[in-house]
């Protein structure tokens, strides 16, 4: 089993920044990739970036690319969403997810942090 906890979410103006933290802990030998996600209540979960936690392969979601980096401390197991020119529009819940590679895969979620970006 891996366990996630994210951190860092909280109430920010328009244009603004922020840091999501995501710390793995347990199993965490077999997790290749990370991820944030987000979601608002009544929408689908809508991806938001990925890290191949070996290479460093990133990915980015349409709407949040060039303004959001998603970066590693492998020493510990540790992702960060930083987020700028923030939007009304990226007020969600973001969540965390590890995926590993162990027999049987399987992917894991964080408990979610909040993010509210006022106009």
């Known amino acids: 089993q891996v366990q996630l906890v994210e951190s860092g979410g909280g109430s920010v103006q328009a244009g603004g920044s922020l840091r999501l933290s995501c710390t793995a802990s347990?199993?965490?030998?077999?997790?290749?990739?990370m991820a944030w996600y987000r979601q608002a209540p009544g929408k689908e979960r809508e991806f938001v970036a990925a890290m191949h936690w070996r290479d460093g392969s990133v990915y980015y979601g349409n709407s949040v690319k060039g303004r959001f980096d998603i970066s590693k401390d492998s020493a510990k197991n540790t992702v960060y969403l930083r987020m700028d020119s923030l939007r009304p529009e990226d007020s969600d819940v973001y969540y965390c997810?590890?995926?590993?590679?162990?027999?049987?895969?399987?992917?894991?979620w964080g408990q979610g942090t909040e993010v509210a970006v006022l106009s």
């Open positions: 997810k590890a995926d590993d590679s162990g027999a049987p895969a399987a992917e894991y």
């Open positions: 347990g199993r965490t030998f077999d997790v290749f990739a």
